[in-house]
């Protein structure tokens, strides 16, 4: 089983910047895609951006240009890097393992708040 731990959410005015990071441990060597997920107010929680162990990635046609995921496989992480962010990136965040057509399967972590305000 993996466990994901995400941080550094937070708040953030239009046009800034933040970079979340993802932790996993367990049983990560069975891991191939990660995505960060993320879940508006309201709404469905929707794929943000996607990577495979090969480092391969996708995105939401709403992040491209704005948002860069990376990984470490050697340390079992993932990060995402945004940046110009907008009012409507607004949402909690979470990374999980992901199938092939880039859908989340497994246990979910706590999720990290970003908040995008004046």
């Known amino acids: 089983q993996v466990q994901l731990v995400e941080s550094g959410g937070g708040l953030v005015q239009p046009g800034g910047s933040l970079r979340l990071s993802c932790v996993a441990s367990?049983?990560?060597?069975?891991?191939?895609?990660m995505g960060w997920y993320r879940q508006a107010p309201g709404k469905q929680r929707e794929l943000g951006a996607g990577?495979?162990?090969?480092?391969?990635?996708k995105y939401a046609d709403s992040v491209k240009g704005r948002f860069t995921i990376s990984r470490d496989n050697a340390k079992n992480t993932v990060s995402l890097q945004m940046t110009s962010l907008k009012p409507e990136d607004t949402a909690v965040y979470y990374c999980?393992?992901?199938?092939?057509?880039?859908?989340?399967?497994?246990?979910w972590g706590q999720g990290t708040q970003v908040t995008v305000s004046s």
């Open positions: 999980n393992k992901a199938w092939a057509d880039w859908s989340p399967f497994g246990s």
């Open positions: 367990g049983s990560t060597f069975s891991i191939n895609r």
């Open positions: 990577i495979n162990k090969g480092g391969s990635t």
